[in-house]
């Protein structure tokens, strides 16, 4: 029972986090919110306008076109998502994004993710 109780304590923190972020960035048309949610198995990323409440492009590691390529939730699957991400964003006409880490920390796959859209040519 301890140890799920830990485990209750670092997600209820991760939401505070996340909900104090959002209190100060708002995604609009011109630049759009770059979100990421880390999940136990798989990664999932979307492009968010909040002024109308509509998700642009969304995709996850376990999304059909990416399955085959990307195995898990690492550091080489959060590169090739960010890889993808930033290409979907340029297809639509998105060049600068505002980055949302959820309340994650931005080390390890948060990074290798942000890392990876950058070096694609999105600015944050």
Known sequence: MKILKKTLERRKGRIIR???ARK???GTLEKPRLC?????RALFSQ???DI??????????????VRES?????KEAAAK???????????????TVIFDKGGFKYHGVIKAFADAVREEGIKF
Do not use: D, P, W, Y
């Open 81 to 95: 998502l960010g890889k993808i991400m930033a290409q979907k964003c340029k297809e639509k006409g998105i060049n």
């Open 70 to 74: 990307v195995k898990g939730n690492n």
């Open 52 to 65: 109308e409440g509509k998700t642009i492009i969304g995709i996850g590691t376990n999304s059909k076109g």
């Open 18 to 20: 996340h909900i104090r």
């Open 24 to 26: 100060k960035i708002v």
């Open 36 to 40: 990421i949610f880390k999940g136990s």
């Open 47 to 49: 492009v968010i306008n």
